[in-house]
């Protein structure tokens, strides 16, 4: 591994994952001149890898033309997409060979990829929603940041379901702000993480606590 800093996200492409928030903040915080780069592995279902790549250019190229930050594309900051299918041993490497993993999702009933960034001593930002309320501890950075934010009414067009995200419910937005202000921060202490706070904090939701739990709720009924 390189001395990079890199940051990720794992997601399908879908209105609820809000990649693009997560490009824009990205934009708004580097330049070519920073030693960073943004990692998406994305899916989508019934699209090729081809596709895949050719809708995250696209959407890349439409969130820097609408910034107008810089008149040569070429300063602004390194993303590479990852857009073929992956075996779990591919999805650890990409763990392993990253540092802060950004998902700045409309909610989320865990996060399985913030919840493993933890696990390999990465820190999630994370929407303050959902699951990572559980396992991100707001008192410890190291653990990882949950992002503040405001609830809009629900207006996803691709929703995989049609009882659920409708305009009758409403989601969780995240701070932009606040997503730019914790990406800097963890690039600007990269040297200074303690890796094992994350990993410590993983810990307390291995199956045997989890089942002794459920255990002990099973009990209570």
């Known amino acids: ?17 809000n990649i693009e928030s997560i490009i824009r903040c990205y934009f708004h915080c580097f330049d070519i001149n920073d030693n960073v780069e943004l990692l998406l592995k994305v899916k989508k279902y019934g699209l090729s890898k081809e596709q895949l790549a050719s809708g995250m250019s696209n959407i890349i190229n439409e969130i820097k033309n609408q910034m107008r930050m810089h008149q040569d594309n070429r300063k602004y900051p390194e993303i590479i997409t990852v857009t073929e299918h992956l075996p779990t041993e591919g999805i650890l490497d990409i763990h392993s060979s990253c540092d802060c993993y950004v998902g700045t999702s409309r909610g989320e009933g865990w996060s399985i990829p ?97 089942g002794n739990l459920i255990k002990d709720g099973l009990c209570q009924k």
Not at 203 to 208: C, G, M, P, Q, R
Request: a negative charge.
């Open 114 to 210: 913030s919840f493993e960034a933890m696990a390999f001593g990465n820190t999630p930002i994370c929407s303050k929603e959902g699951g990572p309320l559980e396992f991100i501890d707001p008192n410890n950075k190291n653990t990882g940041t949950l992002v503040n934010g405001v609830y809009d009414i629900c207006n996803q067009q691709d929703g995989a379901f049609s009882h659920i995200f409708t305009g009758r419910e409403l989601w969780f937005h995240a701070s932009e702000k606040e997503i730019c202000d914790s990406m800097k921060y963890y690039y600007e202490n990269r040297d200074s993480r303690n890796k094992t706070d994350g990993i410590k904090q993983c810990e307390k939701f291995d199956y045997k606590v989890v």
């Open 1 to 17: 591994k390189d001395n990079t800093f890199r940051f990720y996200n794992i997601s399908d492409i879908n209105q609820r994952k």
